[in-house]
DNA sequence: CTGAAAGCGCTTACAG
DNA sequence: CTGAAAGCGCTTACAG
């Protein structure tokens, strides 16, 4: 690698002025700076990171510590917060931790050994080690944060209540009265609350039994939740799955148990991960903003992580779901006055 | 954070010892020894990975380059690879590049300029910066490779071949001759030309209209490729798919066309990705070993980026396949003699 | 406007 | 066995 030094040679001078030519070059005669840049091009110069991060305190290196990436949600997240750190200069170290503490423990100190400049966090399990952060005054944001958001904490959320509430509202307003909930507990209690809480105000009801706990956050999971579901009540019309991938194995419980989508079946979900359009039928979905959540996260990082600081109103940033209705839910067929009666081509359509 | 000389001054000695009670402690006082390690409890000292890697040259960051990991296949992978290397005390920087030159481009100096340690390449369009890498003596080493292994490379494999040879050698064996293949081309020739090469050896042949090229690694355009393939060659009883996405899209695509899979459409794929055992029927499939990958490519990697040297005969590395036989595949009813007659039995069992 | 000095936190020979 | 010296490649005051 070119060093400094050796452009400084070339160009005459010494390695502090070459310093302060990429820095602060009004400092820097022109002729000068010509002459140090015309030296840069022609070695190729380009400084070590390591080298300035030693000296000035800023890796322009980020962790992000979530559970997994074998998850679609997760993985798109991630892309996305890659993407945005990119265009910003920075680096992403990945650090999935499988939710287990000891790893956790770990990466967390040698995160702080590498000195990163932040660390998003949507890892759940990290509240327990959360001290070691306050401690160390590594700045780090909560992102995609579904549970409580530590004291002080800056946070970059969805809008859970309203995504449980526009999926609950859209299968309410296509006419279906008997709806029951598919879910990750207790991972999205909040979700399912807010679906609760809005068919209630709209003069319906979710009661337990037609709440079904997934048990984990896998499409199998959900078929077989799913299959019980449709078996211990047949007289179900719509159904919210938490996430996507729950709908996704929805949707094979219902075909399985002699349910077609959405014609005697409406399924709807959160998240819009890619394969939400790419099922047949692709999903009607609460789409999650997965890129003004990375905007948002990196935003809020990069400002704290130059020492400037967020506004107490902005600690915790909220960002609002949009329903996207594809063909997964349809009007419920008893109350359907002008809709034709589909059953075997509405699927046909559906599936071309 | 603690540094070194701290921990030093607690001690009673110099920095340089401390040093070398972490890195030679052969070389100290096993008294003075002792007084260090207390020190370093009592303040939780531990090094400075940015000042260790200016001084060494070493950082124990390696990054990993690819198109996305928004695509189960890579997303997996990924996270085998960061567990590796998380076992070495190593982290991972990833670079996903969208298969955009400029990116890639980009990306290339930047690692440069962070002197990872090590680069581990599945993005086939850095071939064409490969001079970059040559030239900065980065180690890398290709992973997941699928294409021409540049000369002089270092790489780890998966035998594509014997992946398609096993894939055509399971439908025939099951009684399948009219044999299809769906897949993503031309990125998966390879696959493509051993499914042709096995069934000519076999005795059948897998003529050019029977090939379906998907456009792309996405399900949809599996599905619309398929539905297509089944309106051409409705004689058609078992499917190849490329991957495991692509055989996917080809179950909907198999439902939509009013065909039962496995009842009178068998489909087996490659990759053994987690959603391959989640769908309905779970598929059959030829599983690339994914642990394996990244544990031989991550030890390859080190073993170069720690001044080793991998033996011409270990330049390439090629990792077995093997059948993964699930209910996405049967023997052929016409031929099957001592099978059951199961039609809509089957379908509740696979589903079940 | 430019350079000499000091330092970021570590390591590696080299004396003693 | 331990410490004084020099250095990794940069940056940041501070003189001149």
Redesign the pocket.
């Known amino acids: ?5 050796e ?2 040679a070339r160009a ?9 030519a ?3 070059p ?8 010509e002459r140090i840049d015309k030296a840069i091009d022609e070695l190729g ?4 990171l ?3 991060g ?4 800023r890796t322009m290196m980020v962790g992000f510590m979530l559970p997994t990436i074998s998850n679609a949600f997760y993985a798109e997240l991630v892309e996305s917060v890659a993407r945005q750190l990119e265009d910003q200069g920075y680096n992403l170290v990945l650090c999935t931790t499988g939710e287990d503490s000891d790893r956790i423990q770990k990466q967390l100190t040698i995160l702080r050994r590498r000195s990163i400049d932040g660390l998003l966090i949507a890892e759940h399990q990290v509240a327990e080690h959360l001290d070691v952060l306050e401690r160390v005054r590594v700045p780090h944001v909560f992102c995609s944060w579904e549970g409580e958001i530590p004291e002080g904490g800056i946070a970059v959320t969805f809008d859970f209540e309203a995504a449980g509430r526009l999926a609950a509202r859209h299968l309410h307003d296509l006419g279906h009265r008997s709806i029951a909930m598919l879910g990750q507990l207790p991972e999205h209690r909040r979700r399912l609350d807010a679906v609760r809480a809005e068919l209630v105000d709209l003069g319906g009801e979710l009661p337990d039994d037609l709440v079904q706990a997934t048990g984990g956050p896998s499409a199998a999971l959900a078929y077989e939740a799913g299959v019980r579901l449709l078996q211990e009540h047949p007289e179900v019309t719509g159904i919210v799955a938490s996430h996507d991938i729950a709908a996704l194995g929805m949707l094979e419980a219902a075909r399985a148990s002699g349910r077609s989508v959405p014609d005697d079946l409406s399924i709807v979900s959160i998240d819009d991960i890619q394969a939400a359009h790419q099922s047949h039928p692709p999903l009607s979905t609460v789409a999650l903003p997965t890129q003004a959540m990375a905007r948002e996260a990196v935003d809020r990082l990069l400002t704290v992580a130059t020492g400037g600081t967020v506004p107490p109103e902005q600690a915790i940033t909220t960002l609002e779901p949009m329903l996207v209705q594809r063909l997964s839910t349809r009007a419920l067929d008893t109350k359907a006055v002008d809709t034709k009666p589909v059953t075997r081509r509405s699927r046909r359509r559906s599936a071309g």
């Open positions: 690698m070119v060093t400094m030094r452009v400084a005459g001078v010494t390695k502090q002025t070459v310093s302060n990429l820095n602060r009004h400092l820097v005669d022109p002729r000068t700076l110069f380009t400084p070590n390591l080298a300035r030693l000296a000035t305190g």
